[in-house]
């Protein structure tokens, strides 16, 4: 497995996929881009509190990837909407996000449980519930997993809290599973270290010690080692 490594600009996390600034992964075989929980719309969603700036920005990364990577897929794993309801302004600013994200590359969109019962279609176009790529089961995450099947998928929003309200995402990964950390600003992530983090991994049968952490900052991904390693350095650094 993927042991601790310097910085770089790109880190293979599991067999065909590598890890990318910015909390994307790639599936070098199809030129496949992974983005997760990019909670479109998030501030209209919310009660319009809040200037939408969030869709314009995350997308934008999102093409940049795309652009940089020479991309022929991007695949959304879920909660590519915060909410399907919202004001017509913001179906337009999702809809024109997506348009020039389309003029790059085509989209798939994996339906996450933000979606709700129409699955996001109302404003996505066609969804679906999980593909595959590369022999991976690419799905959301909030359901259970398939038995035996390797999958990559978004949900659990994880990171490595560093502490006075910072955080840094991150991706999980083990030989079947791949987590990919989320794409909105809104979310601090769930601390890999916490025991709701063991708790969600539990169901595919992952310990501490099976699974590798890479943190991703906008311009670096850090290869951290086993999440035990992690565990262990970091709590005894918090004591």
């Not at 919202?86 to 024109?96: H, Y």
């Not at 519930?129 to 909030?142: K, Q, S, T, V």
């Not at 950390?181 to 916490?194: C, E, H, Q």
């Not at 709701?196 to 539990?202: E, V």
Request: proline share 6%.
């Amino acid at each position: 497995m993927i042991g601790p490594a310097p910085a770089s600009e790109a880190h293979p996390i599991a067999r065909g996929v590598t890890a990318l600034p910015g909390g994307f992964a790639l599936l070098e075989a199809s030129r496949v881009l992974l983005c997760a929980d990019a909670h479109f719309a998030y501030e209209d969603v919310m009660g319009g509190a809040l200037p939408l700036w969030s869709t314009a920005e995350t997308s934008a990364t999102i093409a940049s990837a795309a652009r940089r990577h020479g991309v022929r897929e991007i695949v959304f794993l879920g909660d590519v909407l915060h909410g399907s309801s919202m004001s017509a302004g913001a179906v337009r600013a999702v809809q024109d996000a997506l348009l020039a994200l389309r003029a790059i590359a085509p989209l798939t969109f994996v339906a996450g449980n933000h979606e709700g019962r129409g699955r996001g279609r109302s404003i996505l176009g066609e969804t679906v519930e999980a593909c595959e790529r590369d022999g991976w089961h690419l799905i959301h995450g909030d359901k259970a997993p398939l038995a035996g099947t390797p999958s990559i998928i978004g949900h659990l929003h994880p990171s490595v809290h560093l502490g006075a309200g910072n955080a840094m995402p991150a991706f999980l990964a083990a030989r079947d599973l791949v987590v990919v950390p989320a794409l909105t600003p809104y979310s601090i992530g769930l601390d890999v270290l916490s025991d709701a983090c063991l708790a969600a991994l539990a169901p595919y049968g992952l310990t501490r010690a099976a699974v590798h952490v890479v943190a991703a900052s906008a311009a670096r991904v850090y290869p951290f080692g086993t999440l035990s390693r992690v565990y262990h350095f970091l709590r005894s650094a918090r004591e």
